[in-house]
């Protein structure tokens, strides 16, 4: 018989499955935003709608960062107000450790409780989402899930401004 996953380890898997829907090869995140159990949205990175992606056109390299994509928590967090739904009190799962922008839309949005795997070097995000009293943890993914959360900063395909 085999051991039925938790729910942290049941929504990272979808997570995880969402960031494959990413355009942006530097690294594919994905989030999902849940509350009592249910998905309400999902997100990953790439570019807004109608705008070229970066495995399209390349990346827009500024101070080191791609800018031509929105984050997967961006994504997520829209895509909850274009449908009206409500993402308040509720966790969001996200591949990597959010940003300090969206940790801020994070804080804004409600959310309470954030999930991630792959490490982001961002501090202050970490002090603005535990000021705000959002939960962060992180969860150590399978050694056969960890490639799928490597940051891939170089790039062949990096239009530098």
């Not at 791609?66 to 739904?85: D, F, K, M, P, S």
Request: proline letters at 4%.
């Amino acid at each position: 018989m085999s051991k039925r996953p938790s729910w942290d380890e049941y929504f990272m898997g979808i997570a995880l499955k969402v960031a494959e829907r990413s355009t942006c090869d530097r690294a594919h995140v994905g989030a999902i935003i849940v509350r009592d159990r249910r998905i309400l949205t999902t997100g990953y990175n790439g570019s807004p709608s109608g705008l070229p992606h970066c495995d399209d056109v390349g990346h827009l390299i500024v101070d080191g960062h791609c800018v031509r994509t929105l984050h997967a928590e961006q994504n997520a967090i829209i895509q909850a107000a274009y449908h009206g739904v409500s993402v308040r009190g509720g966790t969001i799962y996200v591949t990597h450790q959010p940003c300090l922008t969206c940790a801020k839309m994070i804080i804004n949005a409600g959310i309470k409780r954030v999930v991630y795997a792959g490490e982001y070097p961002d501090n202050i995000a970490r002090q603005f989402l535990a000021e705000a009293g959002v939960s962060l943890q992180r969860m150590i993914l399978p050694e056969e899930k960890r490639e799928a959360v490597k940051h891939h900063p170089e790039s062949k395909r990096d239009n530098l401004i």
